[in-house]
């Protein structure tokens, strides 16, 4: 792989190089406001003692090797630094895995991506539609090559991109303006290109919604969740709390999350998995270590948990490839990837028709989750006698995490996984995807 550094003795080091490149396009109300490409090289150097972590970021990629010598001049040499439980965990990995050299995204003309949001402005885009106040579309993507080395001898190179692309509009009517549309994703520009009739029909269902909606009356409802929905729950209100980092000082939180435990429904599994080609792709962590397949939840019993080789040592368990950071200036902490519900058998046709009365919620905006989770609706239809009837205004979700999990009573099988997603902890933000499949929850609080 062409690149050999000299690591202090008595010491772990690891070093951790980033080359990026990000191109963004956009059309708003028929202007271009956007058009810029960037280019950025850096890496992130770090030196441990078995007490301190020393570590400097830099853009001068040629002088890696006296940036690790000054910073292993502060430490303290420590002969036996390998017998520390947390770098004893660390993997020997070596591997080199390009997928893109051969259209890589900084060898991509410009004019494809112009292509694209000419296609859509054609497509999506008419002069007079008195509900749309203003509207958007946009082209573009990123790549990204990281290279990491560390002094138990570990070498990796790999490599990820994406190309992006969306149609927004901002709705006007009855109620507050909305904003609707589609985000579109694939390896290159024309990936892009064939969505127009998904996005022309979700905004006549947002110009509906916000023609005929009416306001929810606030109670205790049987909900179904759409796909989209269930992601944002399985991210937000399970996948943070199976970080181990937010347990090392929480015996409480040790104590509800005790492996093997009973903690939903038979029909729940939930899983974990950097060494996916979707937004949360990483086949390698920040710390060197592979991606594994992670099942936080399997039936209902809690198998697992995320972790970097801190909260495994301390917690005696295995490595999991979930330390990440944002980029070469950040030190990596432990993050999901591309995290999912499991999907069922059952048709979404027929978890509708088996509900006699509840709320079909199609859209959430956001959400937060700990013992209690909250999710911020969007769009939502009210479920009589197993049909989906008006829409409703609908402010919020909430309910207990682990009851809510028991409530799990259809699961479907129309599972999606979205690549729409960057989270946000301790003011870092990852890409990742979230999924799953719709399902329904005996009682959630709505209002």
């Given at each position: 792989m062409g690149e050999k550094f000299h690591f202090p003795k008595d010491l772990y080091a690891d070093i951790r190089i980033e080359e990026k490149y990000s191109v963004n396009l956009m059309k708003f109300n028929g202007e271009l406001v956007n058009d810029r490409a960037t280019q950025e090289n850096g890496a992130l150097i770090r030196v441990y003692d078995g007490k301190l972590w020393y570590t400097t970021s830099t853009n001068e990629l040629d002088r890696l090797q006296e940036e690790l010598d000054a910073l292993a001049e502060l430490a303290q040499p420590n002969p036996a630094i390998y017998d520390?439980?947390?770098?004893?965990?660390?993997?020997?990995?070596?591997?080199?895995?390009?997928?893109?050299?051969g259209d890589k995204l900084e060898d991509i003309a410009r004019q494809r991506f112009t292509d694209v949001i000419d296609y859509y402005v054609e497509a999506c885009i008419e002069d007079e539609m008195p509900e749309v106040n203003s509207w958007s579309v946009?082209?573009?993507?990123?790549?990204?090559r990281k290279s990491f080395y560390s002094s138990k001898g570990s070498e990796i190179v790999y490599d990820y991109q994406i190309c992006a692309g969306g149609v927004w509009y901002t709705l006007g009517g009855n109620?507050?303006?909305?904003?609707?549309?589609?985000?579109?994703?694939g390896v290159t520009p024309e990936d892009l290109i064939g969505h127009e009739s998904e996005i022309l029909a979700e905004r006549e269902r947002y110009i509906d919604f916000l023609k005929n909606a009416v306001d929810v009356e606030p109670g205790e409802y049987t909900c179904v969740l759409s796909p989209i929905t269930t992601a944002m729950f399985a991210h937000e209100s399970f996948g943070h709390k199976s970080e181990a980092d937010f347990?090392?000082?929480?015996?409480?939180?040790?104590?509800?999350?005790?492996?093997?435990?009973?903690?939903?429904?038979?029909?729940?599994?939930?899983?974990?998995?950097g060494d996916m080609p979707n937004h949360g792709y990483i086949p390698y962590d920040d710390e060197g270590t592979k991606a594994r397949e992670t099942w936080l939840i399997k039936d209902g019993v809690l198998t697992?948990?995320?972790?970097?080789?801190?909260?495994?040592?301390?917690?005696?368990?295995?490595?999991?490839g979930n330390c990440r950071a944002q980029d070469y200036r950040k030190r990596p902490v432990v993050r999901m990837t591309n995290t999912f519900m499991k999907g069922g058998t059952d048709s979404f046709e027929d978890i509708i028709a088996d509900t006699k009365d509840g709320i079909y919620v199609y859209m959430v905006s956001d959400g937060t989750g700990s013992a209690t989770f909250v999710m911020n609706a969007t769009v939502c239809y009210r479920i009589r006698d197993g049909k989906i009837c008006e829409p409703l205004r609908v402010h919020m979700?909430?309910?207990?995490?682990?009851?809510?999990?028991?409530?799990?009573?259809?699961?479907?099988?129309?599972?999606?996984?979205?690549?729409?997603?960057?989270?946000?902890?301790?003011?870092?933000?990852?890409?990742v995807s979230a999924g799953g499949p719709s399902i329904r929850v005996r009682k959630l609080q709505v209002s």
């Open positions: 520390d439980p947390a770098i004893r965990l660390l993997e020997v990995n070596r591997e080199e895995r390009l997928l893109y050299e946009s082209a573009g993507g990123g790549y990204v109620g507050e303006p909305m904003n609707c549309g589609k985000q579109l994703f347990m090392l000082n929480d015996p409480v939180l040790r104590e509800e999350w005790t492996m093997g435990k009973k903690v939903g429904s038979d029909l729940v599994s939930i899983c974990d998995s697992g948990r995320l972790h970097d080789s801190t909260s495994a040592a301390a917690l005696t368990e295995e490595l999991t979700l909430t309910g207990s995490v682990f009851q809510t999990l028991f409530d799990i009573d259809r699961v479907g099988s129309d599972f999606e996984l979205f690549d729409s997603y960057t989270c946000g902890k301790m003011g870092q933000m990852v890409r």
